[in-house]
């Protein structure tokens, strides 16, 4: 059951979830249906006539949204254990003070987020916003009409629409597309990508031995390991964590454009494109590089077999004791790493590499420029308040002052502005590892800096760069020499194909994680590789692929 949170004074929703959720049966009979008339093509004109009550009659780039009569929205909230939701959050305070808007809102925590997301659309009975959704999620939702195609109301959201033609965002939309042509979520943009992931490891130790901050390929970093390894024969020179789901997921996926293939969280649905059409991932020269680099670590006793299978927290305390001298980390873990590193008492030093080249090339993950979004329900479209909860999502999420507001908070109170490019935290609150030890937090106690409300926490580049420590930002520089690889062209599926994919691509993910991980811990030998490859072709890969070859050269034709 989801939790019903109000902020202070308002009005509860008239219709509980749990009667919604026991209608679910019929409604999986029966659909949900999007609005029978008005809705506007992409690039065709809506009929707001008795739908734009609240709304500003003048809205365009850089106004302030001010609804003309108070507005409450619907609110599908992902809470976070980290700030949980308080009716009294200064954010709450500030949109009802100066933008006249309230939510009435229904939450779930992070850990059941998903789950209960697709539980309350398929019950009919979601929010209007249907907040922290990544792109790709939505695609599940899109055949029984319970959301809004948002590719059809984008047009009314001046912000939106600044941005993808100032930052040329058409090309990243495009992935977006569902097979009508249409895209069925709002997605947060980033003006330029920004790294995040990468090794930390014991900078003193590196030192020591006069090992480089920045090795040039993966050949010279695997060398490193092997002179740490030497000087301390007893240690792990490299542990690794996120392998709750399958092995390593977050450092193969941050790994793997350097090997010209996709892996671990970047993974996706198995595809890569080779130039003239989709391969399997998993099947490809480039995974299989991949896989016997990792392979060759732990067969050399470079990398601890243990991180394979271990938790997050057990590769944490081996790092920060010492037993190992390396893992992966992002610009926020290293702050935690640090921390626990003092909790124990070691004597270390730790920062972050830079990711190195490997034999396809010093390359980026395509892609990283649209990033968690939100969805709409179809229902709003028949509101009377429709047209004002576009431009309120417009102002909150796409514009300069709403991001700057929904990150940073309320100038004089939260923060200090130093020219137009730099903020200053008050000493009093701490946040993103800014002003440690400060009494107060900018997410828990305020509410802003919050997942739910700012999509990238900035999406502009000084904006989503403003809240990173002088390291995170030594190595986004670092990273920046990197090429961006090239997007793959769009192969939206209709529904009957969509369910068909879905019954292979499952069993041929597990098969990968399992063989991934059976490679690389020495279990099945490489020299098997194409016996493994064989048994993905037992598993309907070629029919798989035969299906999305055929929607890209589909959408290719029609569009």
């Not at 939309?173 to 490891?201: C, I, M, T």
């Not at 709003?380 to 796409?398: G, I, K, P, R, T």
């Not at 946040?431 to 999509?455: I, K, R």
Request: glycine letters at 10%.
């Amino acid at each position: 059951m989801t939790q019903q949170i109000r902020p202070k004074g308002r009005a509860r929703r008239g219709a509980m979830l749990a009667g919604a959720l026991l209608a679910a049966g019929a409604l999986v009979l029966s659909g949900c249906s999007a609005p029978d008339d008005g809705g506007a093509a992409e690039g065709g004109d809506f009929d707001f006539t008795g739908k734009d009550v609240g709304a500003m009659e003048d809205y365009g780039v850089g106004d302030t949204f001010t609804a003309t009569d108070p507005l409450e929205f619907g609110l599908f909230y992902r809470d976070h254990p980290n700030y949980p939701i308080d009716e009294n959050w200064l954010i709450f305070e500030e949109l009802e003070a100066n933008q006249k808007v309230t939510f009435d809102v229904v939450s779930a925590p992070l850990s059941e987020w998903d789950q209960r997301k697709s539980l309350v659309i398929g019950a009919g009975d979601a929010p209007d916003i249907i907040s922290v959704t990544y792109p790709g999620q939505e695609v599940a939702f899109v055949s029984g009409g319970a959301i809004l195609p948002a590719s059809d109301f984008v047009q009314y959201m001046p912000n939106y629409m600044d941005k993808v033609e100032k930052w040329d965002m058409e090309a990243d939309l495009d992935q977006l597309r569902q097979e009508d042509g249409k895209y069925y979520v709002f997605p947060g943009f980033r003006e330029e990508p920004r790294p995040e992931y990468s090794y930390a490891v014991r900078t003193d130790i590196w030192e020591e031995l006069g090992l480089s901050l920045e090795p040039a390929t993966f050949e010279e970093f695997a060398e490193q390991l092997r002179t740490v390894k030497e000087a301390y024969p007893d240690l792990y020179p490299m542990t690794d964590r996120w392998s709750a789901n399958g092995p390593i997921e977050g450092t193969l996926g941050f790994v793997s454009p350097n090997f010209g293939t996709s892996a671990g969280w970047g993974f996706g649905e198995g595809l890569w494109w080779n130039g003239e059409e989709f391969e399997y991932t998993g099947a490809t020269d480039g995974y299989r590089d991949l896989v016997e680099y990792y392979a060759s670590l732990v067969e050399e006793g470079l990398l601890d077999p243990e991180a394979i299978t271990q938790d997050d927290d057990q590769a944490l305390q081996k790092f920060a004791s010492g037993q190992a001298l390396a893992i992966g980390t992002n610009d926020q873990e290293i702050v935690r790493y640090r921390s626990t590193i003092e909790e124990l008492g070691t004597d270390a030093e730790i920062g972050m590499i830079r990711v190195p080249a490997g034999p396809a090339g010093d390359n980026f993950q395509s892609g990283q420029r649209l990033v968690s979004g939100f969805m709409l329900s179809s229902e709003v479209a028949e509101s009377e308040n429709f047209l004002a909860l576009l431009q309120f999502l417009d102002w909150l999420y796409y514009s300069d002052e709403g991001l700057e507001f929904a990150k940073w908070g309320v100038e004089g109170v939260t923060y200090e502005k130093e020219g137009d490019d730099t903020w200053v935290l008050n000493e009093n609150i701490t946040a993103m590892g800014l002003n440690p030890g400060a009494p107060e937090n900018l997410q828990a106690d305020y509410g802003f800096s919050n997942g739910v409300f700012t999509l990238v926490h900035g999406s502009t580049l000084a904006l989503d760069r403003s809240m990173l420590r002088p390291e995170a930002l030594e190595f986004v520089e670092s990273m920046s020499s990197k090429k961006v690889l090239e997007l793959p062209p769009p192969a939206p599926l209709d529904e009957i194909e969509r369910e068909q994919v879905s019954l292979y691509q499952s069993a041929l993910k597990d098969h990968v994680w399992q063989n991934t991980a059976s490679f690389i811990l020495g279990q099945r030998s490489m020299d098997e590789w194409d016996d493994y490859v064989s048994e993905l072709e037992g598993m309907n890969m070629p029919a798989y692929l035969d299906i999305v070859n055929a929607a890209q050269e589909r959408y290719a034709a029609n569009n």
